[in-house]
């Protein structure tokens, strides 16, 4: 997948696995995390966690209205999807925005 920061993102089947394992409202909604990826209301940086958090609202999801989070880890100009799952609202705090909408 091709993130709106340009960076193409892989998310491997155990990676896949391992977040739907821990967060079950995601199964079904890989659409939704391309989308973030792609079309994203902002995206912040971690220095503490050295990652990017895609983050886009959705009004229809498993667990009501929700953002989707998408944490991924940049390398090489590559990225890889660490973990994703839905929240009430963007934390923001201590983080760097890189995108916004």
């Known amino acids: 997948m091709q993130s709106i920061l340009d960076k193409n993102v892989r998310l491997t089947r155990a990676q896949w696995n391992h977040t739907i394992f821990r967060h079950k409202e995601l199964k079904g909604q890989e659409e939704k995390l391309k989308q973030t990826l ?15 958090q895609y983050y886009r609202l959705y009004s229809t999801t498993p667990v009501s209205e929700k953002y989707l ?8 100009g590559e990225g890889f999807i660490i973990t994703a799952f839905f929240l009430r609202e963007i934390r923001k705090k201590g983080k760097v925005k890189v995108y916004e909408r």
Do not use: R
Request: no cysteine; net charge negative.
């Open 38 to 52: 792609q079309e994203p209301a902002i995206v912040l940086y971690s220095d503490i966690d050295d990652n990017y």
């Open 69 to 76: 989070l998408v944490v991924v880890k940049h390398l090489n």
